[in-house]
Every structure is written in C-alpha cells, then in structure tokens.
C-alpha cells in the first residue's frame, strides 16, 4: 500500500506561481512513477504531468506544457508539481498518482490516489 497526500493548494491570482508537493508513504521502496490529474467541477479529469521513478521520463499535457513542471526527490518519496502563469482554467482539484511503471497520461493505469488539493485561480 502506498498513501499519498497533496498539499500546497490555494487561491493565486491569475499570472502567479504556486506548488503543490505529494509526499508518499508506505511502500514506497518500490519504483514508483508518479502523476498529476487535475479535476474541474462538470468536466472529465484531465492529465496534468508525469514522471518516472528515476525522472528519466516526463510528459506534460498539452494544456501545461511550457507552464508547469513535475519534479520528484526520491529520497523525501516527494514529488512536486511547480506551476506558474496561472490561468483561471487551470482551477481544480489538484491529484497525484502513483504506477508501477511509467504510465504518462493513461489514468487507469495509476494504483494509489491522493485525496486531491484544490487550486482557485480567479477570473
């Protein structure tokens, strides 16, 4: 079993920066890789971003890209999700995810799930 929990959610105006951190816990001796999904209410969860266990492979969404950056310290199980020019759109709850294997954006494939954090960007 592995737990994870998000943290770093807020409200930031639009064009501001914020980081969100999901510490692991549990068995987390294994090679894990690690997602963000991000949710809107009324809309489908989307992929954000994702990294190998040895941060050899990242994928960003295409909405993201140039934006966002994922990246892991293996030996605090912590990943980070360094998100900057902030748009209104980008408001949702906030998920990481953990795969055995690199998984990208193929949400089915992610085992354990973090209870999400939220992220408010006004209009």
């Known amino acids: 079993q592995v737990q994870l929990v998000e943290s770093g959610g807020g409200l930031v105006q639009a064009g501001g920066p914020l980081r969100l951190s999901c510490a692991a816990s549990?068995?987390?001796?294994?090679?894990?890789?690690m997602g963000w999904f991000r949710q809107a209410p009324g809309k489908e969860r989307e992929f954000v971003d994702a990294i190998s266990w040895n941060g050899g492979s990242i994928d960003y969404g295409d909405s993201v890209k140039g934006r966002f950056t994922i990246s892991r310290d293996s030996g605090k199980n912590t990943v980070f999700l360094q998100m900057t020019s902030l748009k209104p759109e980008d408001s949702a709850v906030y998920y990481c995810?953990?795969?055995?294997?690199?998984?990208?954006?193929?949400?089915?494939?992610?085992?354990?799930w973090g209870q999400g954090t939220q992220v408010t960007v006004p209009s």
């Open positions: 549990g068995r987390t001796s294994s090679k894990y890789a």
């Open positions: 995810a953990s795969s055995i294997g690199y998984s990208s954006d193929r949400s089915g494939n992610y085992k354990y």
